[in-house]
Structures are given as structure tokens and as C-alpha cells.
């Protein structure tokens, strides 16, 4: 059996950095910013290493000595950084654990003037005591309108159209449009952007959809979306704006499956992410007619390499990145992040931070399993609701024996919340921006301590999370009171899976899980282990739960790689199996 997630691996990825996020002591605080205010002359030094509105740059200037220096080869920006207590960067400076460990332990704040932060090293930084933030929500509008703007000008061919004429030529029954009015747009992803490009697209007479577990139905109905499932966007719709963070979770979602199941003749814009899109998948739906058009703002691989053929495919509309690219939002972001960095200095954690100071020893060596248990909960959940349920109440449960007070779930629940709501988002769930994060997108947490008989010896028996006002999956998953419910334990070190709805069950939260509800009988576990052998699927853990013999049970099973659809197919085709769901953890 392998071991569990450790908190050292918790640091090397994206989906794992919440648990250095312990919020440093405020003694500790005030003996850095002392230490801060004092070097350089009374005042920090930042060093903005890449050109940043001037609005930001007089920011900065009010409260900190700044050196904007551009075009830093890794050898000068490593010299320069020992000097610095806060960098500003954009997308084009790579800030490796080599600058950190330049800096010597000085370098106290990152700032990333913009949303992504693939160019910083989250674990080195976070090692070396140093805060990340960054500014997600300056350049909504800009990327919103960008988004309009190509999803007009590729439904009335504007680039095509523009290139020939400048090329002498007068191709009026060539250019022919389409109308968007009456038409079908599909919002993927419906957070700040997406809503702000359905709600224009509104006002251009469309009729707009929405997938999106964690949009609140009450801001969709607001604004006059309607929720739909993936299935349902992807099949209906005439054109698919997509609005998604580059996740494991949404990495290639529009591949050769998914576009074998569009309406033929669908139209395509992405000012998300590149990855999100399978560049060779949709050249090869462009030409089969599939998909009739597209419209593309982002790339796997930027810049594009000279003769890509997406790119200079005649249906497809490219602009170079230019979804922020207005004034407006430059300058912006340029105050959103001032304002970040300036307040980090200072001492004050903005819910912008993606990090945070690394949490006491002693508590990670307890917490740690916990930590795991706790997002693999509620990524579990979250998978279990269905259609266009939009996720609004989560209630997380702890049994401990332990006095209330001698137990801070804060960390807990940050960690619950980040299951639930990171793989298909923007940002980066810690602890100080968990809460606030979730009360964005219109989810209510709360949490609910239960105290049990005993003496203290573990800090929780175990957690509980339920989602309430949500249509399931895996019907076998709701409670008595019609709620998504899911238990854990941690056994000897080990998360585990012990509760589905009112089935106990008994398996590893390693790899990934099948559920299965059906009729208790003997040879089931052997005919379903005996298909995932076939296929080559490692079964880590199997585990039943029944209500009573020869009655309904829940089988668990625990697999170390994804099973094909084929695989899944052949489960389900078994008579006795009444309902059964993939869960990645």
C-alpha cells in the first residue's frame, strides 16, 4: 500500500501549496515589518523588473524606495535581488528557486501583475518564507470585451475579409456571416469573465447557457443564463466561449470526443487558456467541418511557431494574447498589484495571496493526513453533484474528542474548500483567501464540531462534508435528509474513504474511485476486478457496503490509473449494477 500524501509533495504543485499557508503569529509579523521599514533608507525596496502601469509605479513610490529595471537577464535579476524586499514581475520573468535563494532570505514579497502564476515557483518561494500575490480582477472587462469582439468579427469573417481586401481582391459571396441574434452561446466557465460575456452577449440578442459547478443560480437567473450540464452546453450550443483556468481538469476538454459530440457547424472562442483546447484535435474538427470556425486568443505554446497550422488555418481568427491588453486594465492591474505588494510589506495578508508563511511544525505533523483527507472530501463531493446544480451550501463536520479549543479546523476547512473549488478554477486556494473565495462564488461553509466520549489521543475521529440543494451523480450518495454526504478517517496515517450517502465503506483515497451500487450477491467483487485486470487497471482497495444481505451495497474500489470508457462501459453493463460513477482524487 503506498504511503500517503506528505506535505513535502503538497509543495511541488499546484494543486497542493494550501498547507504552508498557516498564517504567521502577529508578533512574528510586526519583528519582520520592523525589519523591513528599517533597511534602505527607512523604506523597502521593490524592484518592478517589468514595465507596470505608472499608476502602480507611483503606488509604489509612496511607500517604498522602486527600481524598475526591465529586460534582467537570470544573472542580473539574481545579483539585483539580494538588495530587494519585493519583486514585480508579468508573465515574462521566470522567478526560480535560484532567485530565492539569491536574495539570501531578504526577498519577503512576489507580485504577479496579472492572474497566472506559472512563472513563480510556489514551493521555493513558500520554502524561503516569501508571500506570493497577484492581481486576478483588474482585467475582467478587457478580456469580457476582447471575448466580443472576437466572437463578432469571426461570425462576420472581419479578419478574413479585411486580409483580402488589402490584398486587391473584392470577395463579397465568399465573406458571407452568420447572424448571432436567436443564436446559442455557451459560456464555459461562468466566474468574472464568463458572466461579464454572457451578459453582453444578452444585449446582442443570444440566447446564453452556462456550465459551471460553482455559479451561483441566483446571479445566472440574474443576469438571464440558464445552468446546463457539460453534455448539454457541448450539444447545443452554436458557439462556446470558453472562460477556464489551465487545470488538470480542464487541460484538453475540447478534444476529438468532445467535439464529435458538438452540434456540426459550432463556432469556437477561447481567451482563457490555451491548454484547454486540443490544438491538433480541433485543425483536425476545422476540417472535417465539425467545428466551422474559430476564434483564438491564447495558445498551447506562445508565441505559436511560425507555421502552425491552426493559426493560418482560413476558419480560424488569432490575435496575440490581447485579452488585457487595454489601457485601462494595464493600468489596473498595475494599482491591484501596488496595492497587493504595498499591504504584504506592510504586514497585512490580501485575500490575493496564493501563499502564505509555512505552518508550525508541530501542527503539520499532526494535521498533516488531515490535510489530505480534508481536500480529497471535498473534491470527492463536488464530483458527485450533477446537471446544473450550483453548489451554494457545504457543511463540513469534525468528531474529536478534544476540546473545542484545543482544536483549530481553520486549516481544515481552507483545505475542504480548495477540494471543492480549485481544480476548475482561477485561483489558488489558501488560508487566507479560502473564505473569501468561497463566499465569491456564492458558497456557504459552515462547519460543525461534534465532541465524542474519551480520552484526547487523535485530533478528529473523523470529517464529514455534505452538500446541500444539489442533484447527484450517484443517487446511492445522498443522506436521509437528501444531501450529498461523504465521510473520512485517517487509519494509520492513511485517508480514507469510510461513508458514501448511508454506506459504509472502507477504501484508500489514493488514485482515483469507483462506486458502484448494486444488488448484494455473491461474485461481484470478482467479476468487476476481474474486468479491470483485464484491462490492465490496478485495483489499490475494494470495499462493500450493504444495508443487509441480499439487499442494495455500495462497492468502493480504489484504482491507481484512469479506466477507459470501455472499461466503464463493461462495469456498468453488468445486470446487477444499478448505477455506478468515476471519481478522480
Known amino acids: 500500500m503506498a504511503t500517503p500524501l506528505g506535505l513535502s509533495s503538497l509543495f511541488s504543485s499546484r494543486l497542493s501549496t494550501t498547507p504552508s499557508l498557516f498564517p504567521i503569529n502577529r508578533k512574528e509579523f510586526n519583528r519582520r515589518r520592523i525589519i523591513l521599514v528599517t533597511a534602505g533608507g527607512g523604506k523597502p525596496t521593490i524592484l518592478v523588473a517589468e514595465k507596470l502601469g505608472q499608476a502602480g509605479i507611483d503606488l509604489l513610490k509612496k511607500h517604498a524606495n522602486v527600481d524598475c529595471s526591465y529586460d534582467l537577464s537570470v544573472e542580473e535579476l539574481c545579483t539585483k535581488i539580494s538588495l530587494c524586499d519585493a519583486l514585480i514581475v508579468r508573465s515574462g520573468t521566470k522567478v526560480g528557486r535560484d532567485v530565492f535563494e539569491s536574495s539570501r532570505g531578504r526577498l519577503k514579497v512576489v507580485g504577479r501583475a496579472g492572474v497566472g502564476i506559472d512563472n513563480v515557483d510556489l514551493a521555493a518561494a513558500t520554502e524561503y518564507g516569501c508571500l506570493v500575490v497577484n492581481a486576478p480582477t483588474a482585467n475582467t472587462v478587457a478580456a469580457a470585451e476582447h471575448g466580443i469582439a472576437l466572437l463578432t468579427a469571426m461570425a462576420r469573417n472581419v479578419a478574413q475579409a479585411d486580409a483580402s481586401i488589402k490584398a486587391g481582391k473584392w470577395m463579397r459571396s465568399k465573406y458571407v456571416g452568420v447572424s448571432l441574434v436567436g443564436k446559442t452561446l455557451a459560456v464555459l466557465g461562468f466566474g ?18 452556462t456550465h459551471d459547478p460553482y455559479a451561483p443560480a441566483d446571479r445566472a437567473r440574474a443576469i438571464g443564463v440558464e445552468l446546463v450540464s457539460f453534455e448539454v452546453a457541448i450539444s447545443t450550443a452554436d458557439f462556446i466561449s470558453l472562460h477556464l483556468p489551465l487545470t488538470a481538469a480542464t487541460s484538453k476538454m475540447l478534444n476529438d470526443e468532445t467535439f464529435a459530440r458538438m452540434k456540426r457547424g459550432v463556432r469556437i472562442v ?6 484547454v483546447i486540443d490544438e491538433e484535435a480541433l485543425l483536425r474538427a476545422l476540417d472535417s467541418g465539425i467545428v466551422a470556425q474559430a476564434a483564438l486568443d491564447v495558445f498551447t505554446v506562445e508565441p505559436p511557431v511560425k507555421d502552425n497550422k491552426l493559426v493560418l488555418h482560413e476558419s480560424v481568427t488569432a490575435t496575440p494574447h490581447l485579452g488585457a491588453s487595454t489601457m485601462e486594465a494595464q493600468e489596473g492591474v498595475a494599482v491591484e498589484i501596488a496595492e497587493a505588494v504595498v499591504g504584504a510589506l506592510r504586514g497585512e495578508l490580501a485575500a490575493t495571496a496564493v501563499n502564505a508563511p509555512m505552518v508550525p511544525p508541530e501542527v503539520l505533523r499532526e494535521l498533516k493526513p488531515y490535510v489530505v483527507l480534508a481536500e480529497k472530501l471535498g473534491r470527492l463531493a463536488v464530483q458527485l453533484v450533477t446537471g446544473g446544480s450550483g453548489v451554494d451550501a457545504v457543511k463540513v463536520t469534525y468528531a474529536s474528542s478534544r476540546c473545542p ?6 486549516l481544515l476547512r481552507a483545505m475542504v474548500i480548495k477540494g471543492l473549488i480549485e481544480p476548475i478554477s482561477s485561483v489558488f486556494i489558501n488560508l487566507v483567501n479560502s473564505d473569501y473565495v468561497a463566499k465569491q462564488r456564492g458558497v456557504k461553509i459552515s462547519e460543525e464540531r461534534m465532541v465524542l466520549d474519551g480520552s484526547p489521543g487523535d485530533p478528529i475521529e473523523y470529517i464529514t462534508v455534505r452538500i446541500a440543494n444539489v442533484e447527484s451523480r450517484f443517487a446511492s450518495a445522498l443522506s436521509e435528509s437528501g444531501e450529498i454526504k461523504v465521510e473520512g478517517r485517517v487509519k494509520q496515517g492513511v485517508p480514507c474513504l469510510t461513508k458514501v450517502g448511508l454506506f459504509g465503506v472502507d477504501v484508500s483515497l489514493e488514485g482515483s474511485v469507483i462506486l458502484c451500487r448494486q444488488v448484494d450477491q455473491p461474485g461481484m467483487i470478482g467479476r468487476v476486478g476481474s474486468i479491470l485486470g ?51 482524487l
Do not use: W, Y
Request: charged share 30%; no cysteine.
Open 534 to 584: 483485464d484491462e490492465n487497471v490496478n485495483v489499490s482497495f475494494m470495499s462493500v457496503g450493504r444495508i443487509a444481505p441480499g439487499k442494495q451495497a455500495v462497492m468502493a474500489i480504489g484504482v491507481d490509473e484512469q479506466p477507459s470508457k470501455e472499461t466503464l462501459k463493461k462495469i456498468g453493463d453488468i445486470s446487477s449494477i444499478e448505477e455506478f460513477v468515476f471519481l478522480k
Open 405 to 410: 479549543d484545543d482544536l483549530d479546523t481553520r
Open 192 to 209: 468574472k469573465v464568463g458572466s461579464e460575456v454572457a451578459r453582453r452577449a444578452r444585449g446582442l440578442g443570444m440566447h446564453v447557457i
Open 270 to 275: 477561447n481567451v482563457a487558456r490555451g491548454g
